[in-house]
């Protein structure tokens, strides 16, 4: 980061001049540095907004008559850091009732466990029913005390409450800066979660110092503000899958042991106190028991053993290779489960396929060790969270599992015990999941600049110029919205909501003005801007950076339209329609070249369908263009909010298009919705256009341009093919689905549809014997 340090100039001189205000204007001085130094990356404040403080741990120094307790968060987990809350207390784990909590004595639970804050809670036994006694009863907090035993309540122990009514809370990610585990029980510790501020994987061989990511090191633990290194005495591979697990990485191996005791031998480790016990199906660390108190000798030889070592196994998508360096592109490595929906690469929508047929999975029973299961399947690390209520947007098919229960080390899903009935399961019960991916460093090459908040700005990128990395800016000729999803995964800020080709409203640093990539096409499955074609070295871009740089708005979610097949299927017919009563839709372009030398009194022959487009995403989808640029059609006598909202082809079996229609949105409204939500879009009287999550906008048959003109079109078999928001025009979370495809058959005098399907809902093998093209990534430039 560049910037002129103006504080020392002329200090003396203004001592002199102004000594009542030199305190004043070093401040303002000092505040104009700080927006320029922190740029938008992913997490903290806008610019020229400064981080508050972080506080540091200090042990809580309690009355000598407090209850001396210790907490865990337990039960059935959607994330590590959430759980049932158990007291140990007199030799015995037990329950707190929820009777009286709230957000403040959640905020105590939390802290007392080392975390930042407190999230949320929640009543009546959400993560199952806890046993034991109920320690605690009508608590009531004020937020500040240092331990739940000092919160008001009955008394410890005294309780009207059943285990129904155990309470359960969410903490932040975030550990409390310096904090130390605190150990109060003298016996029963292998019942203790382990509690450390963090956890690192550290290169320590040469070799593995500049890989990325890193795979093989000493494991380490914050506590206490130290880094300290763990005991190998009663490490067991079980702890090395859970380590591996929680950094991305699928699976661990064996490493070269004697190397590391000659550096364990040359340099002295700083041991941790305890030791670790994980089962190996844990998600997270904070999720092993506490082991033994380890006797660390005095010359720190850890009794024999040396610190202990990982080597995880990365899947493919992170592996580095001597030929192509990092896979281009995210490529799903299990051919019978997949993610979809999901922002980032390692979260979406668990699909499974059965039958040729790809399906969800219902969330009775959705749990952190199921998901976990598909993660490490899909060669990521464990699951980080398991998401319940289609958090990640709906599916489409039939919905094949319901009630999966995993041990936590099967190869796939589909090994797990699970119901085939899913009577009463919908696709508002779709499970989901976020993986813990390894850290490639990705972020740290891009930012966000000049926007006003971390979620848009000018698109800048860490390039090597002369030998050193230098920030610059994007050429933004051909800059899409393909593009603009791949600056926003990469930055982890979710979907892209607009790709900008112009960013003057947006001053960036000036140093960062000229332009460092150009010519940048993405197919939108990147997980890295530098991972999509570009001009490399050879820069090309015109028009130049700075004002006319590539930008980008962000957003955490996004709709995904898809076509309703069966519809399409059921309304099929075949018209014949008099040239004369076509007039509108020839001007509008919706029917074959042809039709221009065509006499008035002249027929045309059309398909003709229904078509209802459902939006199955997480937030509604609007047109790009603002209701100012709406073009009126007076034909038509109504506005088109997207000039090209639909194609329709009609294709040879070799994939040769043999006829076409499009439709402009003639008007994008809810004509209907599912149960339980509103109409939010409607086109009457020059009103605002869209579709709302979890509505329909259905264009009826007997519309004009509801049709593909077959006038031209000889007898025989044709694939049908519908694709929407062709042009990427708005940002969604998905595209493969926005093509549907049919069979047809046409004899002359008949036409017939049949085997109607969107993209990605059938198999490959399925899908290659629909001819043509297999997905929708259509040429747009």
Same mark, same amino acid.
């Given at each position: 980061?560049?910037?002129?340090?103006?504080?020392?100039?002329?200090?003396?001189q203004?001592?002199?001049?102004?000594?009542?205000?030199?305190?004043?204007?070093?401040?303002?001085?000092?505040?104009?540095?700080?927006?320029?130094?922190?740029?938008?990356?992913?997490?903290?404040?806008?610019?020229?907004?400064? =981080?508050?403080?972080?506080?540091?741990?200090?042990?809580?120094?309690?009355?000598?008559?407090?209850?001396?307790?210790? *907490?865990?968060?337990?039960?059935?987990?959607?994330?590590?850091?959430?759980?049932?809350?158990?007291?140990?207390?007199?030799?015995?784990?037990?329950?707190?009732?929820? /009777? @009286?909590?709230?957000?403040?004595?959640?905020?105590?639970?939390? !802290?007392?466990?080392?975390?930042?804050?407190?999230?949320?809670?929640?009543?009546?036994?959400?993560?199952?029913?806890?046993?034991?006694?109920?320690?605690?009863?009508?608590?009531?907090?004020?937020?500040?005390?240092?331990?739940?035993?000092?919160?008001t309540?009955?008394?410890?122990?005294?309780?009207?409450?059943?285990?129904?009514?155990?309470?359960? %809370? %969410?903490?932040?990610?975030?550990?409390?800066? $310096?904090?130390?585990?605190?150990?109060?029980? +003298?016996?029963?510790?292998?019942?203790?979660?382990?509690?450390? =501020?963090?956890?690192?994987?550290?290169?320590?061989? &040469?070799?593995?110092?500049k890989?990325?990511?890193?795979?093989?090191?000493?494991?380490?633990?914050?506590?206490?503000?130290?880094?300290?290194?763990?005991?190998?005495?009663?490490?067991?591979?079980?702890?090395? !899958?859970?380590i591996?697990?929680?950094?991305?990485?699928?699976?661990?191996?064996?490493?070269?042991?004697?190397?590391?005791?000659?550096?364990?031998?040359?340099?002295?480790?700083?041991?941790?106190?305890?030791?670790?016990?994980?089962?190996?199906?844990?998600?997270?660390?904070?999720?092993?028991?506490?082991?033994?108190?380890?006797?660390?000798? +005095?010359?720190?030889?850890?009794?024999?053993?040396?610190?202990?070592?990982?080597?995880?196994?990365?899947?493919?998508?992170?592996?580095?290779?001597?030929?192509?360096g990092?896979?281009? +592109?995210?490529?799903?490595?299990?051919?019978?489960?997949?993610?979809?929906?999901?922002?980032?690469?390692?979260e979406?929508?668990?699909?499974?396929?059965?039958?040729?047929?790809?399906?969800?999975?219902?969330?009775?029973?959705?749990?952190?060790l199921?998901?976990?299961?598909?993660?490490?399947?899909?060669?990521?690390?464990?699951?980080?969270?398991?998401? &319940?209520?289609?958090?990640?947007?709906?599916?489409?098919?039939?919905?094949?599992?319901?009630e999966?229960?995993?041990?936590?080390?099967?190869?796939?899903?589909?090994?797990c015990?699970?119901n085939?009935?899913?009577?009463?399961?919908?696709?508002?019960?779709?499970?989901?999941?976020?993986?813990?991916?390894?850290?490639? $460093?990705?972020?740290? !090459?891009?930012?966000?600049?000049?926007g006003?908040?971390?979620?848009?700005?000018?698109?800048?990128?860490?390039?090597?110029?002369?030998?050193?990395?230098?920030?610059?800016?994007?050429?933004?000729?051909?800059?899409?919205?393909?593009?603009?999803?791949?600056?926003?995964? #990469?930055?982890?800020?979710?979907?892209?909501?607009?790709?900008?080709?112009?960013?003057?409203?947006?001053?960036?640093?000036?140093?960062?003005?000229?332009?460092?990539?150009?010519? %940048?096409?993405?197919?939108?499955?990147?997980?890295?801007?530098?991972?999509?074609?570009?001009?490399?070295?050879?820069?090309?871009?015109?028009?130049g950076?700075?004002?006319?740089?590539?930008?980008?708005?962000c957003?955490?979610?996004?709709? @995904?339209?898809?076509?309703?097949?069966?519809?399409? =299927?059921?309304?099929?017919?075949?018209?014949?329609?008099?040239?004369?009563?076509?007039?509108?839709?020839?001007?509008?372009?919706?029917?074959?070249?042809?039709?221009?030398?065509?006499?008035?009194?002249?027929?045309?022959?059309? *398909?003709?369908?229904?078509?209802?487009?459902?939006?199955n995403?997480?937030? @509604?989808?609007?047109?790009?263009?603002?209701?100012?640029?709406?073009?009126?059609?007076?034909?038509h006598?109504?506005?088109?909010?997207?000039?090209?909202?639909?194609?329709? @082809?009609?294709?040879?079996?070799?994939?040769?298009?043999?006829?076409?229609?499009?439709?402009?949105?003639?008007?994008?409204? /809810?004509?209907?919705?599912?149960?339980?939500?509103?109409?939010?879009?409607?086109?009457?009287?020059?009103?605002?256009?869209?579709?709302?999550?979890?509505?329909?906008?259905?264009?009826?048959?007997?519309?004009?341009?509801?049709?593909?003109?077959?006038?031209d079109?000889?007898?025989?078999?044709?694939?049908?093919?519908?694709?929407?928001?062709?042009?990427? =025009?708005?940002?969604?979370?998905?595209?493969?689905?926005?093509?549907?495809?049919?069979?047809?058959?046409?004899?002359?005098?008949?036409?017939?549809?049949? &085997?109607?399907?969107n993209?990605?809902?059938?198999?490959?093998?399925?899908? #290659? &014997?629909?001819?043509?093209?297999?997905?929708? #990534?259509?040429?747009?430039?």
């Open positions: 980061m560049h910037f002129i340090d103006f504080t020392n100039v002329h200090r003396d203004i001592l002199e001049l102004l000594p009542c205000c030199f305190t004043i204007l070093l401040g303002l001085l000092e505040l104009c540095k700080a927006q320029y130094e922190h740029q938008g990356y992913p997490q903290g404040y806008p610019q020229g907004y400064p =981080e508050p403080e972080q506080e540091q741990y200090s042990a809580p120094v309690l009355p000598a008559d407090t209850p001396r307790i210790q *907490l865990r968060l337990a039960g059935d987990k959607r994330k590590h850091n959430e759980g049932r809350v158990e007291v140990f207390y007199n030799g015995e784990w037990g329950t707190v009732c929820d /009777d @009286d909590f709230s957000i403040h004595s959640a905020q105590v639970v939390c !802290r007392e466990l080392g975390y930042l804050e407190a999230v949320s809670w929640s009543p009546s036994s959400k993560y199952g029913k806890g046993e034991g006694r109920i320690w605690f009863d009508n608590v009531q907090c004020t937020g500040k005390e240092k331990t739940l035993a000092l919160c309540s009955n008394g410890i122990g005294v309780s009207d409450c059943k285990h129904t009514e155990d309470v359960g %809370v %969410v903490c932040s990610d975030k550990r409390i800066p $310096g904090f130390k585990f605190i150990n109060t029980i +003298a016996n029963n510790m292998e019942s203790l979660n382990i509690q450390v =501020e963090d956890v690192r994987i550290r290169a320590i061989l &040469s070799s593995y110092r890989r990325i990511p890193v795979t093989e090191g000493y494991v380490e633990v914050k506590d206490g503000g130290k880094w300290k290194q763990i005991c190998d005495m009663e490490w067991t591979k079980h702890n090395s !899958r859970v591996c697990g929680m950094f991305g990485f699928p699976g661990e191996r064996k490493y070269n042991a004697r190397v590391y005791k000659m550096f364990a031998r040359r340099r002295k480790p700083s041991y941790w106190d305890y030791s670790v016990n994980c089962t190996g199906n844990e998600a997270h660390l904070s999720s092993c028991k506490l082991g033994q108190t380890m006797a660390v000798k +005095a010359n720190s030889t850890c009794g024999g053993g040396t610190p202990v070592v990982v080597s995880c196994v990365p899947g493919r998508a992170f592996s580095p290779t001597p030929m192509t990092f896979r281009k +592109a995210f490529r799903q490595e299990q051919p019978l489960v997949r993610l979809r929906g999901g922002a980032i690469v390692g979406g929508r668990v699909e499974v396929l059965k039958n040729g047929e790809w399906g969800t999975i219902c969330d009775d029973n959705w749990s952190l199921s998901a976990t299961v598909v993660c490490r399947e899909l060669g990521f690390g464990s699951a980080k969270e398991a998401l &319940s209520g289609s958090r990640l947007g709906q599916g489409m098919g039939p919905v094949h599992m319901n999966v229960e995993c041990s936590g080390f099967e190869k796939s899903i589909t090994e015990f699970f085939k009935e899913s009577l009463g399961c919908s696709h508002e019960e779709d499970a989901s999941v976020r993986c813990n991916v390894p850290a490639m $460093g990705f972020q740290e !090459r891009l930012r966000l600049s000049g006003r908040n971390p979620y848009e700005g000018r698109v800048e990128v860490l390039a090597e110029r002369n030998g050193s990395l230098v920030w610059g800016t994007v050429c933004s000729d051909g800059w899409s919205t393909m593009e603009a999803m791949v600056t926003c995964r #990469q930055l982890g800020l979710g979907f892209a909501s607009n790709a900008f080709q112009e960013t003057w409203y947006w001053p960036g640093e000036v140093s960062a003005d000229p332009v460092v990539m150009s010519g %940048v096409r993405c197919s939108g499955t990147e997980i890295s801007l530098s991972h999509c074609l570009h001009h490399g070295d050879h820069l090309t871009c015109p028009k950076g700075g004002r006319n740089a590539a930008g980008v708005s957003s955490e979610t996004a709709p @995904d339209l898809v076509l309703n097949p069966q519809i399409v =299927e059921q309304t099929t017919y075949m018209e014949d329609r008099p040239m004369f009563m076509l007039q509108c839709a020839y001007e509008e372009n919706c029917l074959s070249t042809t039709s221009s030398v065509t006499p008035a009194n002249s027929v045309r022959r059309l *398909l003709r369908f229904s078509s209802q487009i459902h939006n995403g997480q937030s @509604d989808f609007r047109p790009k263009a603002g209701r100012h640029s709406w073009v009126w059609h007076d034909c006598r109504h506005y088109h909010s997207m000039e090209v909202f639909t194609h329709y @082809d009609l294709l040879s079996l070799n994939g040769t298009k043999v006829a076409e229609g499009h439709k402009a949105s003639f008007c994008l409204e /809810d004509t209907d919705c599912d149960e339980g939500i509103e109409k939010k879009y409607e086109c009457a009287n020059f009103g605002e256009q869209g579709i709302t999550v979890g509505c329909f906008d259905t264009y009826r048959h007997d519309i004009d341009c509801q049709w593909v003109d077959i006038t079109v000889k007898p025989g078999d044709y694939i049908f093919q519908v694709v929407i928001n062709p042009n990427y =025009e708005v940002p969604e979370s998905d595209y493969s689905n926005n093509i549907m495809k049919c069979r047809c058959r046409y004899d002359g005098h008949r036409i017939w549809m049949y &085997s109607c399907h993209g990605g809902s059938l198999s490959t093998e399925t899908e #290659q &014997s629909f001819p043509g093209l297999l997905n929708n #990534q259509v040429t747009h430039r």
